[in-house]
């Protein structure tokens, strides 16, 4: 059988929980690299790598679920 896009049958796993944690995140790109055996995640701040899913998972976790910095509560706009 030959690779589709990068995705060969030997890295199905890999890809499968990529596609998982990507579901779970919508606002985040995820994907497994074949070539480098390590997983990406790309957002608004950039693009991180680990090579675990389990590290990608807690990175992803920490990306979607931080608090806010102190002192950035939305201010109203000032009435004239």
């Not at 995705?7 to 919508?26: C, D, F, I, V």
Request: overall charge positive; glycine content about 8%; charged content about 20%.
């Amino acid at each position: 059988m030959t690779a589709r896009w990068g995705r060969t049958p030997r890295y199905a796993a890999e890809h499968t929980a990529a596609a998982n944690l990507q579901a779970a995140h919508p606002g985040l790109i995820v994907w497994f690299g074949e070539r480098s055996g390590h997983f990406y995640l790309m957002d608004t701040e950039g693009l991180h790598e680990r090579d675990s899913i389990d590290a990608l998972t807690l990175l992803a976790w920490w990306r979607t679920h931080r608090p806010r910095p102190r002192g950035s509560r939305s201010v109203p706009a000032m009435r004239s």
